[in-house]
């Protein structure tokens, strides 16, 4: 085992959650007790998804339902993350989520590349989900926050004849492809920086470094194209107005507003 799981392991985990709730705190971002809960919650979920996990692998019917539980969980925290609070449109999250998972996964399968088991099909499919997580909210986030900031930009396009969409694409296309940047730089410094998980697990496996640096290098990849579609996917959601923010600008009715003036 990497780590041993002992009464020392329970101890250091508390600690370094507390020095990063204290860091959090000491310099006012305002999110210390959102790094306690997080932690929290995942030393909960992830014993009781081990359990469960054991359980479900047996199973492919309870197999499929907890994959669609995953998903279902990252359209939410995406979509409430994007337009948080009483926004509105968080379910058009589920959009690019399943528009970069799924056809990643259905290749999988059908090539027989990943086995219609649990042992193989719930961590693949679980970092691709999370890439497609990740990619979803960064992307979102800040082409909504680029519209908001630069929303005379957009009104000046509709005033010299863009559509609307074009207007909110010039402005928010930049900004959405830094949703791109973190999986890009992992893949740069793959083995020069950090080893990812695949690759340790598969040494832990009793996997020679050949095949673990083979796996890895295939999960990343497949990270790229998923983020990549979802990135394009929210950006053109984005573009039509799908995501709308309470009291935010660029929510739709741009060009209304432009001809009123």
Do not use: C, K
């Not at 996990?53 to 309870?62: C, T, Y």
């Not at 095949?211 to 579609?229: D, I, K, P, R, T």
């Amino acid at each position: 085992m990497l780590l041993e799981v002992n009464v020392a392991f329970g101890v250091v985990l508390a600690v370094l959650l507390l020095v990063a709730a204290g860091v959090v705190a000491f310099a006012r971002l305002g999110r210390a007790r959102d790094s306690l809960i997080a932690g929290g919650r995942a030393a909960v979920q992830l014993v009781a998804v081990s359990l469960v996990i054991a359980w479900v692998m047996r199973h492919l019917p309870l197999l499929l339902g907890f994959l669609l539980v995953m998903y279902g969980v990252a359209v939410w925290t995406a979509g409430r993350r994007v337009v948080p609070g009483a926004g509105r449109g968080w379910w058009w999250a589920a959009v690019p989520i399943a528009a970069g998972v799924g056809p990643v996964v259905g290749v999988l399968l059908l090539t027989g590349l990943v086995p219609v088991r649990g042992v193989a099909l719930i961590p693949v499919t679980g970092i691709l989900i999370g890439g497609a997580l990740t990619a979803t909210v960064l992307s979102g986030r800040r082409a909504l926050d680029e519209l908001e900031t630069r929303w005379g930009e957009v009104e000046a396009g509709l005033a010299i004849g863009l559509p609307e969409r074009e207007a909110r694409l010039e402005v928010a296309r930049p900004a959405a492809s830094d949703a791109l940047l973190p999986g890009l730089d992992q893949t740069r410094t793959v083995g020069l920086v950090t080893l990812p998980g695949a690759f340790v697990g598969m040494l832990l496996g009793g996997a020679s470094p050949w095949e673990a640096g083979a796996v890895q290098l295939f999960v990343l990849v497949a990270l790229m194209v998923v983020q990549a579609v979802a990135v394009a996917v929210v950006l053109e959601l984005v573009a039509r107005g799908a995501f709308v923010r309470e009291g935010g600008r660029g929510s739709g009715g741009g060009r209304a507003a432009a001809r009123g003036r």
